[in-house]
């Protein structure tokens, strides 16, 4: 285990020393948990930042804040803009993303995508918790790659960890998590669109569970077509829940 922790602070290092603008999109999942407390403990002056959708459930508000008490490594929050989630919601309803995927792509672009370029805007490169076994789709990422989508180099220094491992540092380092994650939700995201799993379920099924499997994704990490989930915590490499019990309690 200390030789995986050992080369993600290598990789973090390296991100820090070739590209002094990296900064480090956490969407406060258990493996961006991981990292951030990676990032404080070795003092590695990677900027943090998160979206506040302005939908998130309120045990993702609290993590927020367990965050910046925790941690000397400022958290930034970035937020949509008020005019154009007015403007949505004054064309599609408050709740209007059930209604369409397109209505739903549009949420998420205002909520989610629109501030992200924004975060990273003027950064050269961008940390990230994706692990390899999330997805079958993640099976060609590398640790280290440009990222034309947003025209810088991403790092994924987690990559080859598993959910055990992810899981076995947040223990032995009494890491702070998502107290949803007890609760059977493996992937978090908003309130409204995330609903918990049972086992057997894929660990995506409570995302945008209306939705045929194929159209769920808000746009953060796609490249070239292909879906990639943001999901957290996810739980076996086949991406199904297994057993239902609290994913945390599971053994490494
Ligand atoms: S996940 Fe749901 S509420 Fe959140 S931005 Fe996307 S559509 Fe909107």
Redesign the pocket.
Known sequence: MQQKIDQVVDVLQQAVRDFPQVCFASSLGAEDMVLTDLIDKHRLGIEMFSLD?G?LPQETYSLMQAVSERYSTPLKVYFPDNAAVENYVAQNGVNG?YGSIAS?KA??F???VEPLRRALNGKCAWVTGLRRAQAVTRGNLEVSSFDADFGLQKFNPLLDWSHKDVWAYIRNNDVPYNKLHDEFYPSL??A??TRSVTPGEDIRAGR?WWEDPESRE?GLHTSKGTQVAHGFGVSASSGVLKQRVPIFLEKS
Do not use: A, L, Y
Request: aromatic residues 14%; contains cysteine.
């Open positions: 959708t939908r993303f739903r949420c998420c205002v909520r989610k995201g908003c409204p669109c945008w808000c």
